[in-house]
């Protein structure tokens, strides 16, 4: 849940009242060896401060929509790349979509990892080159309503609905920032709409692939994101080339978790077999 102060924006928002809620909410995520903390964007300074030193001090990391002095009191993440701060300042994007250089290089100087959340365009832009994607019979495995959301995404083609949100994005990865996908969604067709996006904002497809791999992967202390000897290999099969055109990571063929072998087909029938 997030960590907001007083009182929330979203549901799933704890608002606290006192410094002293804050310290019991803190010892319960240490109890339910929580992996990762939110700081919301009413929290204060001292009490953002007080939410990183803790959970540095268990091993976990904290991200918060904002920019500064998030930043200096050891913030490890931020979301959005025009995700609000209610406390009225630290703007990512400015007006006509512009992000200035205090912003990309505090979050490259900090190695930030940064989740901008533009599975949006990216959308888009796959629904365009293939009209037909809403109905690909994965989708029917989703609630009705994500189902509509998936029905309801405007085709559109070129960069130009990334726009600034893609110029700030590529400027912090080449200040240092760790980029993430982020999706804000349950819905796993946005993590293709990030790829996508990324790619129309300037990354080749094998930095968009990074950003959906490795790196959250590292950000978060896993022993994942790569193949190689020791790590957790789930994997998925495609047809095509997604270093060459990142699309191609829709085409699957098949998967394989836990060390079993999933064809499509066994993952739309609901067959659970696999084969080792």
Do not use: C
Request: no cysteine; hydrophobic share 40%; charged share 20%.
């Amino acid at each position: 849940h997030l960590m907001e102060w007083q009182r929330v924006y979203y549901k799933m928002g704890i608002a606290l009242s006192s410094p002293a809620q804050l310290e019991a909410e803190l010892q319960r995520a240490k109890a339910l060896q929580y992996d990762f903390l939110k700081s919301y964007v009413r929290l204060p300074d001292l009490q953002q401060r007080r939410v990183v030193e803790f959970a540095h001090d268990i091993g976990i990391t904290v991200s918060t929509h904002e920019v500064y002095p998030a930043a200096f009191v050891g913030m490890d993440g931020s979301e959005h790349t025009s995700g609000t701060s209610r406390r009225g300042y630290s703007p990512k994007l400015a007006t006509l979509q512009r992000s200035y250089e205090d912003v990309t290089q505090i979050f490259g100087k900090r190695q930030t990892v940064f989740a901008p959340m533009l599975a949006g365009p990216g959308a888009q832009a796959l629904v365009a080159a293939n009209p037909q994607l809403p109905d690909d019979p994965r989708f029917r495995l989703y609630p009705e309503w994500i189902q509509r959301q998936v029905r309801s995404t405007v085709p559109t083609t070129g960069p130009t609905g990334v726009g600034g949100q893609g110029k700030m994005t590529m400027d912090a990865l080449k200040t240092g920032a760790k980029v993430v996908i982020g999706t804000d969604s349950p819905n796993a067709f946005q993590t293709h709409g990030s790829l996508m996006a990324y790619v129309l904002s300037g990354m080749t497809p094998y930095q968009a692939l990074r950003a959906g791999t490795v790196t959250p992967a590292d950000a978060l202390g896993l022993e994942a994101g790569t193949v190689e000897a020791g790590k957790l290999a789930d994997l998925v099969m495609v047809e095509g080339n997604p270093l060459e055109n990142i699309a191609d990571t829709l085409r699957l063929k098949r998967v394989i978790a836990n060390g079993r072998v999933y064809d499509l087909s066994d993952l739309l029938s609901g067959s659970v077999v696999g084969t080792h």
